[in-house]
């Protein structure tokens, strides 16, 4: 869903991940994409790979390219088909605004 940014000076993107991803070939990324038209504001996380053992809290900030906009959040992942690794598991995303 579309994130209310028109009025943050600041924004902390977190979320929860569990990883296992074949390195080198798969990979997740996080993207701003501004609400309006899908263009990229900016990268957060370009390549997210390889073997988490337990849950990782992960919090970034959101670049100001993005703050002064309505933006949509993407978690995208990508695969090939010849190894089949579990993925990318996210969970309790949140966007906070101080």
């Known amino acids: 869903p579309p994130i209310d940014l028109t009025t943050a000076g600041a924004a902390t993107?977190?979320?929860w991940q569990w990883t296992d991803i074949?390195?080198?070939f798969d990979a997740g990324s996080v993207r701003v994409?501004?609400?309006?038209?899908?263009?990229?504001?900016?990268?957060?996380?370009?390549?997210?790979?390889?073997?988490?053992?337990?849950?990782?809290?992960?919090?970034?900030?959101?670049p100001a390219?993005?703050?002064?906009?309505v933006v949509v959040i993407e978690f995208r992942f990508t695969s090939d088909d010849i190894q089949n690794f579990p993925g990318w598991y996210l969970d309790d995303f949140s966007v906070t605004v101080p």
């Open 13 to 15: 993107l977190r979320w």
């Open 22 to 24: 074949e390195e080198g």
């Open 33 to 62: 994409l501004d609400a309006a038209d899908d263009s990229e504001l900016a990268i957060i996380e370009d390549i997210i790979d390889g073997v988490t053992v337990d849950w990782e809290d992960v919090k970034k900030s959101i």
């Open 65 to 69: 390219a993005a703050l002064g906009k």
